[in-house]
Structures are given as C-alpha cells and as structure tokens.
C-alpha cells in the first residue's frame, strides 16, 4: 500500500514540475532585455553586425551599474544562439498597416471639359433646352437612367445627355461653337493630392 501510494505521489509530482505551460523562451526573455539596454544606450563590445541586424545603436553614457548589467545581458544573448535582435523586434509587432490615405472625390469643376465634346450615344430625347446653367446639366445627367455623360451648350441652354456608347472624348467640331462637357464617372474619382 506504501508502495503504490508513493508511486502515486512521485508521478503527481513528476505531472505538475513537468506539465508547467508555457515555458518561457530564454531567447526572447535575453532578447527583451539587451534591446533594452541598446535603446537606452549601451554601445555593444561582444555581438556581430549579424546579431544587431537593422538596430540602430546610438551610444550615450549610462551609470555603472546599468553598463555591467548590459554587458551581462549581452553574453547572455551571445551564448544563448539567438536570431538578430532588431528583425525579430519587427516581426514580433502587431502594428496594423496604416489606412490608405482618404480619397477626396473630384468636384464638378475638375471633371469639366472646355471646348470638348463625347460624339454619338445619344439618347431619347436627343437633348433638353431650358437648361440654364453647367450645374443644370450635371443634374439632368443625373435623374435620367442610363445617362453617363453629357454635353453642354451655354448659347443654347442645351443639355445633350450621352449613354455608355458614346465616342472617346474629343475637340469641339462646331466652328464657333462654346461647349462645355463632363464624364459622370469622373466625380467618382480620387484628387491628385
């Protein structure tokens, strides 16, 4: 009965000395430690260029006591094989990427062609009159369905609403002609900043 009630105890014993979880990586721990010291300062006699790979060591002076607690800490580091300090700092961060910068959409004034016209693709009604203003046209584009871009004609009031089969955009091929055009997609455009 003692034999089996000792047994029991020793592999109770061997179970949680050996079964601890996360056992900690005496590596990292070292590795912690030196980059403290190089960020505070202490200039580094033992380790390579490998071993300081992308650290930027900037040496200051430090007491006493922290220069031969460092030096400790970098033969530490030195015997322990451990992979270069400063990349694996990197590749230990979770600092999310930073947001794409935000866009600002493109005004009406941007988007406006001088003396430029998109011939063909015209739609039914052809054109709308009473349209006083650049402004006017961009809002008629905008309430008729399929309309993409349009042509406008100051002298006239005219508003020439254009569906997705227009012509590249291109010169005005009206002699004398003032004309005034825009592409209903460009306002969906980022701004060159």
């Known amino acids: 009965m003692k034999t089996v009630f000792i047994l029991i105890l020793l592999i109770g014993l ?21 980059l403290k010291c190089l960020k505070k300062g202490y200039e580094p006699t033992i380790l390579t260029e490998k071993d300081l790979e992308e650290c930027s060591v900037k040496p200051k002076k430090m007491k006493k006591k922290e220069t031969k607690r460092c ?19 990197e590749e230990q961060t979770d600092t999310p990427p930073a947001p794409p910068a935000p866009c600002t959409k493109k005004s009406v004034e941007e ?40 042509v406008y004609i100051p002298k006239v009031s005219r508003c020439y609403t254009k569906k997705a089969d227009h012509g590249a ?15 209903m997609s460009c306002l969906e455009e980022c701004r060159d900043e």
């Not at 061997?14 to 030196?34: Q, R």
């Not at 030096?71 to 700092?89: D, M, Q, T, V």
């Not at 003396?115 to 402004?135: C, H, L, N, R, W």
């Open 14 to 34: 061997t179970t949680v000395s050996g079964g601890k979880k996360g056992k900690k990586d005496p590596c990292k721990e070292t590795s912690k430690k030196m």
């Open 71 to 89: 030096i400790k800490r970098e033969k530490e580091f030195s015997e322990g094989g451990c992979s270069p300090l400063c990349k694996e700092e």
């Open 111 to 150: 988007c406006k062609n001088s003396q430029q016209v998109f011939p063909g693709g015209a739609m039914e009604p052809k054109f709308y009159d009473g349209i006083s203003t650049f402004d006017g046209c961009v809002e008629k584009c905008r309430s008729v369905a399929g309309c993409v871009a349009f």
């Open 169 to 183: 955009l291109s010169s005005e091929f009206v002699e004398g002609r003032i004309s005034f055009s825009m592409a």
